[in-house]
């Protein structure tokens, strides 16, 4: 069955999905890898905003303690804070900022998360702790002024309701938001500030507890924030992870559950920001490799936009060392690129979306139909992606019926596709049929890239009554993108396709001189 899509765009498309892309941690911008890799994501999808743990970690340096004639004092230091921003902003994003970990000069206890030993515990010194926070908020608007720092939205640590990522329990947390929302505000009210912050699987009464406390004190937040993941329990394996998947409709559930939860209370109405999400949660499962991820998450890069005002991809580079160094090119990290720039099937689904019109024509379980303002018609369309293992469906169909040029115009359209599937765009499955090297040469980079690349073609469709029909066949796992333009035809009335190499009807003396004048 043909689905036909209508004339009159039905909405905007939302840019939900690039408002935000997660990092590793921040003092990683410091390195040239990073910056290449951020570069090329922001030249091709365009983020607006980049989030990371570990701004007030040791590894920046901020929270400087000394002693000095018998009295304790803090010195605040930005040198690491300036370049990363300053990184930033050149490369055309803004930070997301995340208020953690807790530096171990004013940490209460010893407890820390990842390899690289973020501490998870509250301040011993409340007032210090506040000070910190006022600091940095206050040095970030001297050097890039109030107001571009108040478009900058300000979160209150990392998953709290986590053992893991907050030593301290619920209440803790609250005392936590309590003093840092206020200190962000005391520098300058019009400031965006929220939370919790909080991984999946929290039972409701954590954020409604949150909510009533917010409420019952009286706090300033802008915002809610949530992360969202649809893996299963973890299988291990050395320097790796394994998980079973839930359904990709599961991440919109989450995406979609604060506002639900939060009904009735004042935070109901607030934007809702999903400061991390992806299928694993784990920065070594290779499912992130893979071109099913591509076609796994299409739908929730299509979808997102209708129940959340951002969700942050997590994260756009394998730089990132959670639970290590990887031994590994492809090692199942969360970038949407490997270390070395090689783009992965996901990557592509983003730079696809990239692509789309501001126009939502149509949307179906299997495809997403927009038009630019000059004119231009795009399809996303995806093949279906089971999560629970099963062969993937090689030949699916989108028979679509789309509108091009002026209404009831005939002539062409000029079709141009890209697509990332099993077979076209698969850096991983090249890295696999090389045998897995742990530390590919250049020359095997090269073949890397080169694999990498989208399939392409190009066609002319005919375009009868304003319309033309077009069938996507789709191979296994496929994402593709189709661009459509109305063609405009410039050929020269002379021009003979018959006589291209000189064969055919002579031209007359007389046109031939008439070429020549």
């Known amino acids: 069955m043909r689905i036909v899509v209508p004339e009159q765009s039905t909405a905007r498309l939302s840019d939900a999905w690039r408002q935000c892309v997660g990092t590793g941690r ?20 365009g983020f607006r905003y980049i989030r ?15 002693e000095y004639a018998g009295e304790r004092r803090v010195r605040h230091s930005f040198t690491y804070v300036d370049q990363v921003v300053d990184a930033y902003l050149e490369l055309g994003i803004a930070p997301f900022l995340e208020l953690g970990f807790m530096p171990s000069g004013l940490a209460s206890g010893d407890d820390t998360v990842f390899w690289w030993k973020g501490n998870i515990t509250p301040p011993h010194d409340e007032k210090e702790w506040a000070d910190l926070v006022r600091a940095v908020i206050k040095h970030l608007i001297d050097r890039y002024g109030v107001e571009q720092v108040r478009r900058w939205p300000i979160e209150v640590w990392n998953e709290p309701n986590l053992r893991p990522f907050w030593s301290a329990g619920q209440d803790a947390y609250h005392r936590l938001y309590e003093v840092t929302s206020l200190a962000v505000k005391e520098v300058d009210a019009q400031l965006q500030v929220g939370g919790p912050s909080l991984a999946p699987g929290y039972k409701e009464g954590w954020i409604q507890r949150f909510a009533e406390f917010v409420e019952a004190r009286d706090l300033p937040i802008d915002f809610v924030s949530r992360h969202a993941y649809s893996s ?19 991440l919109l559930e989450q995406f979609a559950a604060p506002r639900r939860e939060l009904a009735g209370t004042r935070l109901a109405e607030l934007p809702v920001h999903i400061t991390e999400f992806n299928s694993s949660y784990r920065p070594d499962n290779q499912i992130h490799d893979t071109a099913f991820h591509a076609a796994y998450l299409a739908p929730v890069l299509a979808n997102g936009g209708d129940v959340a005002d951002s969700f942050s991809y997590w994260t756009f580079s394998d730089v990132f060392e959670e639970v290590g160094i990887p031994t590994t090119l492809f090692h199942g990290g969360f970038g949407l690129l490997t270390h070395r720039q090689i783009k992965k099937p996901t990557y592509h689904l983003y730079a696809f979306m990239a692509g789309m019109g501001e126009q939502v024509l149509a949307k ?29 469906v090689d030949g699916h ?7 091009v040029g002026a209404p009831g115009a005939d002539g062409t359209a000029f079709a141009r596709r890209r697509w990332v599937s099993e077979d076209a765009g698969n ?14 040469g250049d020359r095997l980079l090269d073949a890397l890239r080169e694999a990498a690349e989208p399939g392409r073609s190009h066609r002319s469709v005919p375009v009868a009554g304003g319309r033309a029909d077009v069938d996507l066949v789709l191979g296994r796992n496929e994402v593709t993108l189709l661009e459509l333009t109305a063609v405009v035809d410039e050929t020269p009335q002379w021009w003979s396709e018959e006589r291209l190499f000189g064969l055919g009807v002579e031209v007359s003396d007389d046109a031939d001189d008439a070429l020549h004048q």
């Open 232 to 250: 299963g329990p973890v299988q291990d394996v050395p320097f790796g992870t394994h998980q079973t998947l839930r359904p990709a409709s599961a």
């Open 364 to 392: 179906g379980e299997d495809h997403l139909v927009t038009r630019h303002g000059d004119g231009r018609v795009t399809v996303l369309a995806w093949a279906p992606a089971d999560p629970a293992g099963g062969e993937p």
């Open 52 to 66: 990371g743990h570990g701004l007030l970690s040791d590894a920046m340096g901020i929270h400087r303690p000394y």
């Open 26 to 45: 921040l003092d990683l911008a410091l390195r040239r890898d990073y910056q290449d890799s951020l570069g090329l994501v922001q030249r091709e999808i």
């Open 427 to 440: 850096c991983w499955a090249a890295w696999c049929e090389m045998g897995r090297p742990a530390a590919p």
């Open 397 to 403: 169909t989108v028979r679509l019926s789309l509108p």
